[in-house]
């Protein structure tokens, strides 16, 4: 399984630098708690890649909430049940410490770039990115990289790092519509023991951001705290532990 550190990673070396990611993302995502719009072929994609097979380099982009880190993470689970090195960059965290964040990491097998959008424009970042995907490409390894617009949307200043993203397969993530979210979240919660009925699906979906990254962590609230309180899931219940 992935745990903390420059990203969430897979493998046997241990990584020093530590920066605080949400390990109920990392140790939860997977293929099958993730739910795609019908007819998307990104999934498929990714398992192959987990695989060992696919695409060098898969450029995935969408708006917030969609699930691009869970898909990252999902991928790099997966890749490193069979002793290959893995490992996901949140490059928005990572920005501040600079470029030099990046060092050692053209030694994984699958590298995995969340929030490129972040970094470009930025000079440091975007020439340290372009050689570390040459030396991936050059050893064979694969890339992920996700980003909330299309490749030749980016802010970028390297020429030849556009024209590297441009070499990969480019795919687009778009967000289920509102029933889908909701019997999406119904679905997570009946899979951690938690009864929730259309009436409390619904007041949430009315009352709080629609993106799944919010809705998710709401379920993990409501989740540690009817542990607690030993409550079945009310809309009472809910306004009180959300202040709705």
């Not at 993470?73 to 960059?89: E, K, M, P, W, Y």
């Not at 040459?134 to 990289?145: A, P, S």
Request: with cysteine; proline share 5%.
């Amino acid at each position: 399984m992935s745990g903390p550190g420059v990203g969430a990673r897979t493998g046997n070396s241990t990584v020093d630098r530590q920066i605080p990611l949400s390990l109920s993302l990392q140790e939860r995502a997977s293929f099958d708690n993730f739910h795609p719009q019908p007819g998307s072929t990104v999934v498929a994609m990714l398992q192959e890649i987990a695989s060992g097979d696919g695409p060098h380099l898969l450029y995935i982009w969408g708006p917030n909430g969609v699930g691009k880190s869970h898909l990252l993470h999902a991928t790099c689970n997966l890749f490193g049940s069979d002793q290959r090195q893995s490992i996901v960059l949140p490059l928005k965290t990572l920005f501040a410490q600079g470029p030099a964040s990046l060092d050692g990491v053209g030694q994984y097998d699958l590298v995995a770039l969340d929030d490129l959008d972040a970094v470009a424009g930025d000079s440091g970042w975007e020439e340290s990115l372009f050689h570390l995907l040459n030396r991936l490409r050059d050893d064979g390894n694969h890339v992920l990289i996700t980003a909330k617009t299309a490749p030749a949307e980016l802010s970028m200043k390297l020429p030849d790092l556009r024209s590297r993203l441009g070499e990969g397969v480019v795919e687009r993530l778009t967000s289920l519509d509102d029933r889908e979210k909701w019997h999406v979240l119904q679905e997570r919660a009946a899979s951690r023991g938690m009864e929730m009925g259309d009436e409390v699906a619904s007041f949430l979906m009315s009352r709080t951001s629609r993106d799944f990254h919010t809705l998710f962590s709401l379920l993990d609230q409501l989740d540690e705290h009817t542990l607690i309180a030993q409550r079945r899931i009310t809309i009472p219940f809910v306004k009180e532990l959300l202040s709705l």
